[in-house]
């Protein structure tokens, strides 16, 4: 009996060791087709921006905002380089103290407001702004992967502060991915969370004596444990897209995002300024492209964008831009492969320099 106990043990220990160092040799074979792919790079010019964007996508803790840039303003200073710049309040590009005699606007949102993948701050929507009208001088107040919800908190604790005459909230494909994201696996709570959360709860939860090993195996594998979540959560219908969102849910995140807006709106005007909502364009929602071409499609920014839509307030100011380049271009240009000087969509969301300047081009129409 000792004997078969023993050569149990056995077999589950070499077992064990087996799998790590399966692991371990996925986990470096991933590394080295990683580093292949940098050294025989077909996207030169993508890769570039998504570098130089790669320090302003790390967000640290906020007492108001949740997640935001460093709260060291040097820190802060500290990310920008020659394509982005963020200043040590968290704007990015030229800061309120460049109004001059113009007055003072604000647009935010998430990244896209941000002008992730733009070749520079000049060519972000407020910095083509700042050049298409002489009204108001247009402060990037961006940030990445912000949903609404924060947008507001930033809106109350500090952009009203400076006593501007605009606000422009250009956001709604973070509410509506989060709401489908997070809905899936927690929908009493899902709207307004931001996201990220879940890295939150883990690291709290190891303060308080229970360690994550969600958290443990990420640190270890950080290319294996993302690539086997995906693989292990597509055997779960609940967990991923191939079922739809429950109608409930979706509701839920439709009027906390309606109702965020509307809240700003009220914040805004008590002080004698103008707030006006823009749903920003997705890919999604257009019609005018190429044949064969392809993107991510998640149901739900579909969903999401009719019900908002239909339910917008009729006092608020709210403008639908999800579907805008339709208005310009008979095909729209995309990165295929790499990002050319025509590309409108680098990805679903994200807009390069021309994309960018159609955008401010229009709002600059809408703000007069």
Same mark, same amino acid.
């Given at each position: ?186 929908? %009493?709570? $899902? @709207? #307004? &969370? *931001?996201?990220?959360?879940?890295? !939150?709860?883990? /690291?709290? %939860?190891? $303060? @308080? #004596? &229970? *360690?994550?090993?969600?958290?443990? !195996?990420?640190? /270890? ?148």
């Amino acid at each position: 009996m000792a004997t078969v106990t023993g050569r149990t043990i056995l077999v589950l220990i070499l077992l064990f060791a087996g799998m790590v160092v399966a692991a371990t040799g996925l986990e470096l074979a991933m590394r080295v087709k990683s580093e292949w792919q940098n050294t025989h790079d077909s996207k030169p010019r993508f890769h570039e921006l998504e570098r130089a964007y790669s320090q302003c996508d790390v967000l640290r803790l906020h007492p108001q905002y949740l997640f935001f840039f460093p709260r060291d303003p040097r820190e802060r200073a500290a990310l920008s380089n020659g394509v982005c710049s963020v200043d040590a309040d968290g704007f990015r590009g030229p800061g309120p103290s460049h109004a001059g005699r113009r007055r003072l606007a604000f647009l935010f949102g998430g990244s896209a407001a941000f002008g992730a993948m733009a070749s520079s701050d000049a060519t972000t929507i407020t910095g083509y702004l700042n050049r298409l009208q002489d009204r108001y001088f247009f402060v990037n107040a961006g940030v990445p992967s912000w949903n609404s919800t924060q947008e507001m908190f930033r809106l109350a604790f500090e952009l009203l502060d400076y006593h501007p005459g605009l606000i422009v909230a250009y956001d709604g494909a973070n509410d509506a991915q989060l709401i489908d994201e997070i809905g899936r696996r927690t929908p %009493d709570h $899902a @709207a #307004g &969370m *931001p996201a990220d959360f879940d890295g !939150l709860s883990d /690291l709290v %939860d190891g $303060a @308080a #004596g &229970m *360690p994550s090993p969600r958290r443990a !195996l990420r640190s /270890l594998l950080p290319r294996l444990f993302p690539a086997l979540t995906d693989r292990f959560n597509a055997s779960f219908p609940d967990t991923d897209g191939s079922q739809p969102l429950p109608e409930e849910v979706l509701q839920q995140g439709v009027a906390r995002y309606l109702s965020n807006l509307t809240r700003m709106r009220d914040l805004t005007t008590a002080q004698g300024a103008r707030f006006v909502a823009v749903f920003q364009p997705m890919t999604q929602l257009h019609r005018h492209f190429g044949p064969g071409v392809k993107f991510f499609s998640l149901p739900t920014i579909e969903r999401f964008h009719r019900a908002a839509v239909a339910q917008v307030p009729q006092d608020l100011e709210f403008h639908d831009l999800g579907s805008v380049f339709d208005q310009y271009y008979a095909t729209i240009p995309i990165m295929n492969p790499d990002i050319s000087d025509e590309t409108v969509f680098t990805d679903p969301v994200h807009l390069y320099d021309p994309g960018n300047e159609v955008v401010a081009r229009h709002l600059a129409g809408l703000v007069r």
